[in-house]
């Protein structure tokens, strides 16, 4: 009795760890950058970067400007479009690949303001807010 729950329990965990790495490596980010990258195309590549800045997966784009980030985590990624030269052209996201693993219609789309950016912004501009609401004028001396 005891040799069979000790094999049943394996098992179990056996097929639990085998699900969680397939779920884990399962998320798929596609789409195009065709209207922000200059021809030719395969000047330009498409990488992840994850939320802790870790740069991921990399794809040169297609010739028709087209890309597919297969096999990614499921975790937040920001799409970066780079150029020849490895500079950040413009970035697309953050997508959150656990609630939606598979995205084919990633546009990337340079002449917008990022979410990112904005959300720096904001951070910033709460920080100064704090910082002159927080603060008195020093009374003169007497």
């Known amino acids: 009795?005891?040799?069979?729950?000790?094999?049943?329990?394996?098992?179990?965990?056996m097929a639990s760890s085998?699900?969680?790495?397939?779920?884990?490596?399962?998320?798929?980010?596609?789409?195009?950058?065709?209207?922000?990258?200059?021809?030719?195309?395969?000047?330009?590549?498409?990488?992840t970067r994850d939320a802790q800045g870790v740069i991921g997966t990399a794809q040169t784009l297609d010739t028709q400007g087209n890309?597919?980030?297969?096999?990614?985590?499921?975790?937040?990624?920001?799409?970066?479009?780079?150029?020849?030269?490895?500079?950040?052209?413009?970035t697309e996201g953050p997508f959150d690949m656990a609630a939606r693993p598979v995205r084919t219609d990633v546009k990337i789309e340079c002449n917008k303001v990022p979410a990112a950016w904005w959300i720096l912004g904001a951070a910033a501009a709460a920080g100064?807010?704090?910082?002159?609401?927080?603060?008195?004028?020093?009374?003169?001396?007497?």
């Open 67 to 90: 890309f597919t980030l297969n096999n990614l985590d499921s975790t937040r990624y920001v799409v970066e479009l780079v150029n020849k030269d490895g500079k950040v052209v413009c």
């Open 18 to 47: 085998a699900a969680s790495t397939l779920l884990a490596q399962s998320a798929t980010l596609g789409g195009t950058a065709k209207d922000e990258a200059k021809k030719p195309y395969t000047d330009y590549t498409v990488r």
């Open 1 to 13: 009795m005891k040799t069979r729950m000790m094999a049943m329990t394996l098992a179990l965990a």
């Open 128 to 142: 100064v807010t704090a910082g002159v609401v927080g603060s008195s004028p020093a009374s003169p001396a007497r």
